[in-house]
């Protein structure tokens, strides 16, 4: 099944540009608390490199998200 065509920013509801700017919002904030996380976080306290996880940090919402699930060591 194809894609829609990409709508311009001018031509969205004001419920979409709500929802779109939403999630960047909640994405940037991921991003943030995980890179945040990973630069205070001593590397013993860290399953993987920790280079390997700001990299997948950089994956929209998954990246963040696995990390805080099964990056960190309790």
């Known amino acids: 099944m194809p894609l829609p065509p990409k709508k311009p920013w001018s031509e969205l509801s004001p419920r979409q540009r709500a929802a779109t700017l939403t999630a960047v ?11 945040t996380d990973l630069r205070r976080r001593p590397a013993s306290e860290v399953r993987g ?17 696995a990390y805080f699930a099964f990056g960190r060591r309790r």
Do not use: D, E, H, Y
């Open 49 to 65: 490199p920790k280079r390997a996880w700001v990299l997948a940090s950089f994956v929209n919402f998954v990246g963040p998200l």
């Open 25 to 35: 919002a909640v994405q940037l904030s991921l991003l943030t608390a995980a890179l």
